[in-house]
């Protein structure tokens, strides 16, 4: 009996100690981001440790911070790329941050930028019970919020921290919180936009070519959703919607 009760504490020291390891996140808690006060978040906890705030919005939830796990769903490793020429001459998933920054604080607030490989994966990027966004899901949330016009506002975190003035409209009513994490898009892989703009990626491919698929953008200078067609090599953000 004795020996039954070592082995059950061993076990449980060994789980619990696991549990630490993959909760100590050295980006938790760090995000700077100016959340609105008035709205009510849930937590999200990625295959990375990683912890989210995530908010209702009409009969969707979505994150309320941008992605930035370095795994799949399966635990297998999201490769991170730092050279420009690599970065825009690859064929499979990867991620990588704004100027290939390691300051945890910027890791946390901006998030993580990766290409559409990485979102198409079949070993899914998203954790089970939430999913990328379809171009639908997008749509579906800017309806809730009064169309693509204004939505924009209704999402962009307020202020001027860390978008450039004027960040026309952005009240943040929603939660949602959405940020100028930039992109990683033009032909040498170079990076651009950080302040201006924030891209999120669909899981919609583009129908008519194969290399491009669906994003939905937003920009200092309007209040507005812009629905464009960019290149799968390209390096955005990305927010997850729960299934």
Not at 102 to 127: C, E, H, M, Q
Not at 170 to 193: H, I, K, Q, Y
Not at 201 to 224: F, H, I, K, M, V
Request: net charge neutral; charged share 20%.
């Amino acid at each position: 009996m004795k020996k039954i009760i070592k082995i059950s504490f061993l076990v449980l020291f060994v789980i619990l100690a696991c549990k630490k390891e993959k909760s100590d996140n050295p980006t938790n808690g760090k995000n700077t981001a100016a959340f609105n006060p008035n709205v009510s978040y849930g937590t999200l906890t990625d295959q990375d440790g990683n912890i989210y705030k995530t908010v209702t919005i009409g009969t969707q939830t979505w994150m309320a911070e941008n992605l930035r796990t370095t795994k799949y769903r399966d635990d297998s490793d999201i490769p991170i790329i730092t050279d420009n020429t690599d970065w825009n001459g690859l064929t499979t998933g990867a991620y990588c941050n704004y100027n290939n920054t390691t300051n945890a604080d910027t890791i946390a607030t901006f998030g993580r930028l990766y290409n559409w490989y990485a979102v198409n994966d079949s070993r899914k990027i998203a954790p089970a019970g939430w999913h990328v966004p379809t171009d639908a899901d997008w749509t579906t949330l800017t309806t809730y919020l009064g169309g693509d016009a204004v939505a924009g506002g209704k999402t962009k975190e307020s202020g001027t921290t860390h978008w450039t003035s004027p960040n026309k409209g952005a009240t943040n009513e929603s939660g949602f919180t959405c940020l100028p994490s930039g992109s990683r898009c033009n032909s040498v892989g170079m990076f651009d936009n950080l302040g201006y703009y924030g891209y999120y990626w669909s899981s919609t491919p583009y129908q008519y070519d194969a290399n491009s698929a669906l994003e939905r953008g937003l920009a200092y200078s309007d209040s507005g959703y812009l629905w464009s067609i960019s290149s799968v090599t390209c390096g955005v953000a990305v927010r997850l919607v729960k299934d």
